[in-house]
């Protein structure tokens, strides 16, 4: 059959670069975009129940830029502030240079393999083997990073979004003479909008080894695929297309979509119950007034008169307890009284002496330190009087021995005249 309409179950590719694009302009094919699976991040309530802790996380490795996305979504709803230290491995430089969307890149410590390759990955992770990594993956998700789980590398899975089928809808046309598909949830899907697919002429094209074993699980088969002429899938689908240009047209098998589920029958109304009048009941007999009772005759005087008795003896016996008790609270009083007393005087003497012997100290330290300012005054005193009598002592001195050399040079130089 000759090709000339293409579903990829991808996204459309946001560069005009796409060899999808090339392909279109090279055998005038037509490639319709059209997702098979759709991506629903957890709700923080769902994150939760998995008991998870991303603050024990030193590190985050991601495998796919719907990782990051949901990592920094999740982080933001659980009022996570994801610290300056986090450090991020990332399989590709191009999931790399994505965080620029959530962290200022320049400043952060961002590691990630050169080749692209998830197994390079691996001597980085080993290499900084005291840090705690959280590995976000989705429910599905083909293992491309085998992390060796012998604790040699902490590390914890948490599955942080979903993938959904994108069912085809019955207003959407299905003519297509290949189909790509890339996930075994793409499969499921294909096979979930049409359950009794017959695959008939249509090419189908896969890559990954699950998709492929999906495929031949549902009895589907497989046309295309990469190989070592063909690394890519683009290049696989070139290939195809070249080796089918001369295929005469055939018509294509219309495809039983699924139905669309029948809207639930509207349950009627119940029938309102008849409420059947209450028959009044007959007005119930008032009972025979009763008759009154029969006084009873008054007791003997004997009973009586031991009443009297036993109260005249318990007031007796209540009077002399009540003065044996008043004797009792007035020794007491008195006792306390006196051992108040004692306890008073004792005190008042202690304190007298203990403020004689205060104000006895307190003179004595009194005298002793004026005896000492007056000695010192008086000692002052002495040693300057002694100083100026000596002064003047030594002047008398030096002024009489002056006059007698005077005198003495004077008789000297009249016998020389002579």
Do not use: W
């Amino acid at each position: 059959m000759k090709i000339k309409k293409i579903l990829v179950s991808q996204p459309k590719p946001s560069s005009e670069k796409s060899p999808y694009f090339d392909l279109q302009r090279k055998y005038g094919v037509e490639v319709v975009f059209r997702p098979f699976i759709k991506i629903e991040g957890l709700t923080s309530r769902e994150f939760r129940q998995s008991k998870i802790p991303i603050t024990n996380h030193t590190a985050v490795i991601f495998t796919a830029r719907t990782a990051v996305d949901h990592y920094f979504r999740l982080c933001k709803e659980l009022r996570f502030n994801v610290p300056d230290t986090m450090k991020y491995f990332c399989v590709s430089e191009t999931i790399a240079h994505y965080l620029q969307k959530y962290i200022i890149y320049r400043k952060r410590k961002i590691f990630y393999s050169e080749t692209g390759h998830a197994e390079a990955l691996l001597p980085l992770l080993a290499k900084h083997n005291k840090e705690t990594y959280l590995y976000p993956i989705s429910d599905v998700h083909d293992q491309k990073l085998h992390i060796p789980e012998d604790g040699s590398i902490k590390f914890t899975k948490a599955v942080m979004y979903r993938t959904v089928s994108n069912v085809i809808g019955n207003d959407e046309p299905f003519d297509y003479d290949m189909i790509i598909l890339f996930t075994p949830s793409g499969v499921k899907s294909l096979l979930q909008s049409f359950p009794h697919f017959e695959q008939g002429n249509i090419a189908i094209g896969a890559m990954g080894g699950k998709t492929i074993e999906e495929l031949k699980n549902n009895g589907l088969r497989l046309d295309l695929t990469t190989t070592s002429k063909a690394p890519s899938i683009a290049a696989a689908m070139d290939n195809y297309i070249k080796e089918h240009l001369d295929d005469p047209d055939e018509p294509r098998i219309e495809q039983e979509r699924f139905k669309d589920p029948e809207p639930e029958p509207v349950p009627e109304p119940a029938p309102e119950p008849v409420v059947e009048p209450v028959a009044k009941k007959p007005a119930a007999k008032k009972a025979p007034a009763k008759k009154p009772a029969a006084k009873k005759p008054a007791a003997k005087k004997t009973t009586t008169a031991s009443k009297k008795a036993t109260v005249a003896t318990k007031a007796e016996s209540t009077k002399k307890t009540t003065a044996a008790a008043k004797k009792a609270t007035t020794t007491a009083k008195k006792t306390t009284t006196t051992a108040a007393k004692k306890t008073t005087a004792a005190a008042a003497k202690k304190t007298t002496a203990a403020a004689a012997k205060k104000t006895t100290t307190a003179t004595a330290k009194k005298a002793t330190a004026t005896a000492k300012k007056t000695a010192t005054t008086a000692a002052k005193k002495t040693t300057a009087t002694a100083k100026k009598t000596t002064t003047s002592a030594a002047k008398k001195a030096t002024t009489a021995a002056a006059k007698k050399t005077t005198t003495a040079a004077a008789k000297n130089k009249k016998t020389t005249k002579k």
